[in-house]
Every structure is written in structure tokens, then in C-alpha cells.
């Protein structure tokens, strides 16, 4: 038998509810069993039936203050011009919390008595006067007695097992943990730690996925990897739904030769819905084994995360009788054009930064397998199936993965890709927790443009005029004539061809690569690199066509260094550092100035005030220097 092919693009709120439905069928439980927890335990939890208080909080009237307690019609008239003295018969001294005394009505706060002794005993002089339930609190003024204090359905937090222990309630009743199988598959699959060979691949969505449904309040665990063997599978998958709530199948859920997730479902159980009109995450298999609902995970690390968040997530809120997880929204200008896909819900991961107070969202690289995207996101676009996509500048809905007030304190930095840009982003953030440096790579000229618009709050840019030979300023005039802008220089630098260890090929320089022979990776148009070779090949008056690889376009110079390091490059041109981090031997080309270009007006933005401090730090300095092929004798010098 042929495994199954998709059965349709279902949309993904019919896929939920087809999966709901056939989960009811399969006879898998709708709420997970009650269970009685002692306060201290029960936070996270979920109420399995309403909490009603079995006692009034306060028990009776207390005293809100340190003070006196008095009877508050014997008080009037007082004042710090005309202090009052009351016999000692007529007050009771008390503290915050103390009964009432029979017959008092108010408290004169401490700092607001005076004592004195007289013959009638030590009396108390009032510099203020009370009206009656000053400073008391009444019997049940926090909860009454027989109210309502938690719905059923309620997620417990800290102050609500404080509540509910004021109310009476030593124990809750809550439904149990959710319990949760990862079940891993795939001949390529390899434990954590071991050290993966060629076509052997890491199991890192297990630890992943483990790891959201215990942030989700489940307990869960992963199973042994199992091969791509069907029998295997439906045995392990078995086993795991005898004992798990839900279970998560990693791959296997395509329609490859190796891809049996949809067979097994279906042949042991019910088999809902195979493929989700959603992006990433399109190969999704939902159904249900023994009673437990099942759904097959796409193997890309961004579609199993997202797979996670669009149906596990809310099946588990489910199973606890709790509202669906739900995060905040915020809208946010778009900083590049964005194509989606009609017809399928695309979710694309983005950075966010204020950025003259207005949200800037930079879509970050979209392949399912970027597992950097997921850990750099902060927020998710949602683009829906029936829209095209979106241009620069457009305003769209995100959902925010980081708190809006971290976002404020996030400086957004477009442009040229450099490993200073990162070392600064771990500088600041060591010096300041609340501080964000958020880079992304669209190369010199689109940072300057991404500035032009209002994106960033700096560019990086290392642009060579070949008219005139200097760098960057050259654009500031052509692309920007009436902006005030600054320039603040960050470092110089080394560019050449990066080469495997002991130059095999016995690469000289630029002359050598137009023969045709060489293999070369190249960086993206619009690049400070890229057009620091346009300029070299045209001074060299060599054919940039003659280049095998000329088309081949890498986003980094660590991109381009990790090609050349796998022997799927003869050479690229790049950064010293970047060869150091891959053990790369080094021709160089030219030594270039790399700068920051930004409003001036932005200057003095308390937001970049750390920035330029660490600028001018020599501890800072020798970091950079550290890495190789770096200068810093004019780092944080302004140049315009």
C-alpha cells in the first residue's frame, strides 16, 4: 500500500475542528480528570469547579492603620491648630490587622497622636478628626462569605491561592496535568550530543516541543528516536497513547517514500485531516489513537514550533477546560516588501523595535528549517490565505512574542551583515538587561534605504563609490540630499577571498577568478562586498559573467565562509573574522572603513546613549580586536 497523499488544504479553523469532532468520536475524554491540590501546589492549574468562600475575609472589622481606636463622633473638632485630648477610657491603642474594640467605630492614625499625662491618666491628643470606618476594614470587605471567588475554567496564579486561602480553601480541586507524548521518527534522526555525520540530522524538535508543553503546564517527555519503520511506528505510537493525553509524531507526515505518520493514524485509529492550508506547516496530520488525540508534526524546526502554537496549544487548553492561549497585538510598520502565498495562512516570525515612535516589524528568513528565526522572533505576522502579501511602509497586526516595553528598549539596526554588529548586541546586553540590539542583514544599500524610510535607527554601511573611491557618504547625498545625517565610524576592516585551510587551489586574488575553473560564493545585491568586487573586477577588467558562482548569493559573510568551509565554494570574498570562526585561510583584497549612519536629530535618543558610551570603551576595543582583522583606532569618531 502507497502511503497517503494529502488529503486537501484544509483551512486551519476547519482543521481544528474536524480534528475536535473526530477526537469526540474516537471517544477521547473531553476534560482531563479532577484532582484535589494543596494550595502551595495548585498554581498553573486549572479550576475543575468553582471556588466559593466558606468564610469572610476580614472575619470582622479590623483596624486598616497603627493607631488609636476611638469613637469617631468624640473626635470632632480636632486639628493640627486645635489638638483634641480624649480620657484614656475613651481609646484603645491598636495595630494594622487588630479586632476592633466594642463600641469604636474609626482609628486616629499614630503619627497623628500625641500622649499626655495627666491626672486623669495618659490621654491622647488628636491632631485630626475621624469620621466613622476611617481606617477600619469591615467584616467581608476582600470576600464575603458563600461568594463566588473563581470561576470553573480559571487558570490559577499566585494571588488567587492567596485569595482563595483568605476565603477558607486549604485545597483546590483542579484538573491534573495534561500528559504529553513527543514521539521522534526518521533513519536521519540522531540523539542531542551526539556528534552528527554527514546526512544525519540533530533531534532538536523533540527538545523543543518537550519543552513548550511544559512551559504549556504539561508533563511531558519524548520517546526513543524510531526509524522510518511502519511497524515500528504503530507499535511505539501505540504504546505512547496508552499513556499520554495527546502525542506529538515528529515527521513523517509528507508524502515521501519514508513518510508514514497519515498510514499509521489512520490504520490505527482515525485519520481527521492530512495538510493545513498554513505556512509553514503545511504537511500536518491530525486524528486520533486509542482515545487520545494524535497529530503528525512537520520535521522543520519553524513548522513544528508553529504547528505547536496553532493546534496543540489550544487542544490542551481544551482538555483543562481553559481559554485558549491568547497574546497581546500591537500594529507595526512593515520594513521590506513581504510576498506570501495566496491561499494558505502564511505566519511569518519578525524582529520588533520602536523606532520614532512608531513599531518597525523586519520579517526575518522564512525557510521552515531557520531554527534562528525562532529564537531571534518577536512577534508573529499572521498574513491570511486570501492576501498577496505586503509592500514596505504597510501596516500590518503582529502578535507579540516579547512585552511591548521590551520592544521600546530595542535599538533596530539594518544593514551590511558584520560580527561587530553582534559582539555590540552581547556588549549592551551584559551592561543592561532591558537593552535589545536587533540587526538585520539586507546589505549596505538596503540599510540605507531601510533609514531613508524611516525603519531604523542606525545603517550599517561600508559602500564604495567607485567614482570617487570613498565609502558611504557618496549614497547619504544621492539617496538622502535633504536629511541631516551623522556618521559615526565603527570600525576599518579586512576584506579578501576565504579559502580553505592551506589554499589548495592557490587562489591569488580577485585576477584569478574570472578563468572560469574556481567555484565562488557571492554576497546579495545591494551588499558593501558585492560591490566592492563589481568595483575590483571592473579595475581589473575582468567579466563578473566569466565567474562560476557569480549567482550564487549568500545573506553573510559567516554564510559565505560556512559554503567555502564544506567544499561547496572554492572561494567567497569576506571578513578576517569570518574565516577565523571557520578555520579559513585568508587572501586580502582591501582594508574598508565600516559605519553607522543615522538621523542626527537621533544623536542624543537616550536609547543610543549606551551605545555610543560602549563605542569609546577600550575594553570594548580590544574585544573587537580580538576577533581579527579589525581596527579600532577611529571606533565611535564621527565622520559627519
Known amino acids: 500500500m502507497d502511503n497517503s497523499p494529502f488529503i486537501s488544504d484544509v483551512p486551519a479553523e476547519s482543521a481544528i475542528q474536524a480534528w475536535s469532532a473526530a477526537c469526540a468520536d474516537a471517544g477521547c475524554p473531553e476534560r482531563l480528570d479532577a484532582v484535589p491540590l494543596p494550595l502551595a501546589d495548585a498554581v498553573g492549574r486549572v479550576t475543575a469547579e468553582p471556588v466559593w468562600a466558606t468564610r469572610s475575609s476580614p472575619v470582622g472589622d479590623v483596624a486598616a492603620m497603627d493607631g488609636i481606636a476611638v469613637l469617631a463622633r468624640d473626635t470632632n473638632g480636632a486639628s493640627q491648630t486645635t489638638p483634641l485630648r480624649i480620657a484614656p477610657d475613651a481609646y484603645v491603642v491598636v495595630d494594622t490587622g487588630d479586632p476592633m474594640p466594642e463600641g469604636m467605630d474609626a482609628v486616629v492614625m499614630r503619627e497623628q497622636v500625641h500622649y499626655v499625662d495627666s491626672d486623669r491618666g495618659r490621654e491622647a491628643e488628636l491632631m485630626a478628626a475621624v469620621p466613622p470606618y476611617q481606617h477600619v476594614r469591615s467584616i467581608g470587605e476582600d470576600v ?18 492567596a485569595a482563595a486561602a483568605a476565603a477558607g480553601a486549604t485545597e483546590l480541586t483542579v484538573r491534573r496535568r495534561p500528559r504529553v507524548a513527543v514521539l521522534p521518527t526518521g533513519d536521519e534522526i540522531v540523539p542531542v550530543g551526539s556528534p552528527p555525520q554527514q546526512g544525519e540530522i540533530l533531534d532538536t524538535n523533540s527538545v523543543m516541543l518537550v519543552a513548550q508543553a511544559r512551559e504549556a503546564g504539561c508533563e511531558a517527555w519524548a520517546t526513543a528516536i524510531v ?26 507526515s509528507s508524502a515521501g517514500r519514508d513518510d508514514y505518520t497519515a498510514r499509521v493514524v489512520a490504520e490505527l485509529g482515525v485519520l481527521a485531516v492530512h495538510g493545513v492550508a498554513v505556512r509553514p506547516g503545511h504537511p500536518v496530520v491530525l486524528g486520533a489513537v486509542d482515545a487520545t488525540p494524535v497529530i503528525g508534526v512537520p520535521g522543520y524546526p519553524v513548522s ?5 502554537e496553532i493546534f496543540v496549544a489550544p487542544m490542551l487548553a481544551g482538555l483543562e477546560g481553559a481559554a485558549p492561549p491568547h497574546r497581546p497585538m500591537v500594529t507595526a510598520r512593515l520594513a521590506r516588501k513581504l510576498p506570501s502565498v495566496v491561499g494558505m495562512d502564511d505566519w511569518v516570525r519578525v524582529r520588533l ?30 498574513v491570511p490565505a486570501g492576501v498577496e502579501g505586503h509592500l514596505a511602509g504597510d501596516e500590518v497586526s503582529v502578535q507579540l512574542l516579547r512585552p511591548l ?7 533596530v539596526a539594518i544593514g551590511s551583515h558584520d560580527l561587530v554588529i553582534d559582539l555590540t548586541a552581547t556588549a549592551l546586553r551584559a551592561a543592561d538587561p532591558t537593552l535589545t540590539l536587533a540587526s538585520t542583514n539586507v546589505g549596505s544599500l538596503g540599510g540605507l534605504v531601510a533609514l531613508r524610510d524611516g525603519m531604523c535607527h542606525v545603517a550599517g554601511s561600508h559602500l564604495l563609490d567607485p567614482e570617487t573611491g570613498s565609502y558611504t557618504l557618496p549614497y547619504l547625498e544621492r539617496l538622502m540630499p535633504d536629511r541631516e545625517l551623522a556618521v559615526v565610524r565603527l570600525v576599518h576592516r579586512d576584506q579578501g577571498l576565504l579559502v580553505p585551510p592551506g589554499n589548495p587551489r592557490g587562489i591569488g586574488g580577485l585576477a584569478d577568478l574570472p578563468a572560469g575553473d574556481l567555484s565562488y560564493v557571492n554576497r546579495q545585491r545591494g551588499a558593501g562586498t558585492r560591490m566592492l568586487l563589481d568595483q575590483e573586477l571592473r579595475r581589473l577588467g575582468a567579466d563578473a559573467s566569466a565567474i562560476n558562482g557569480y549567482a550564487r548569493e549568500e545573506p553573510t559573510h559567516l554564510a559565505v565562509a560556512a559554503a567555502v568551509a564544506a567544499g561547496r565554494a572554492d572561494c567567497g570574498l569576506g571578513i578576517l573574522a569570518a574565516a577565523r570562526a571557520f578555520g579559513l585561510d585568508f587572501v586580502p583584497v582591501a582594508r574598508e572603513p565600516y559605519d553607522l549612519v543615522l538621523e542626527a536629530r537621533t544623536l542624543d535618543d537616550p536609547l543610543l546613549a549606551p551605545l555610543w558610551q560602549l563605542l569609546e570603551s577600550s575594553a570594548f576595543h580590544r574585544s573587537i580586536e580580538a576577533l581579527g582583522g579589525y581596527g579600532t583606532e577611529e571606533t565611535g569618531r564621527r565622520i559627519r
Open 304 to 308: 513544528a514550533a508553529l504547528t505547536f
Open 227 to 252: 526509524p522510518d519503520d511502519i511497524d515500528q511506528i504503530g507499535a511505539t505510537l501505540r504504546e505512547a497513547a496508552g499513556q499520554a493525553d495527546l502525542v506529538m509524531v515528529v515527521a513523517g
Open 405 to 411: 516595553p521590551a520592544v521600546e528598549r530595542t535599538i
Open 353 to 382: 523595535g520602536s523606532v520614532h515612535g512608531q513599531v518597525v516589524a523586519s520579517p526575518l528568513p522564512r525557510g521552515a528549517g531557520v531554527l534562528t528565526s525562532l529564537v531571534r522572533a518577536d512577534g508573529l505576522l499572521p
Open 144 to 161: 464575603s462569605a458563600a461568594e463566588l471567588l473563581l470561576p470553573e475554567g480559571h487558570r490559577l496564579r499566585p494571588v488567587d491561592v
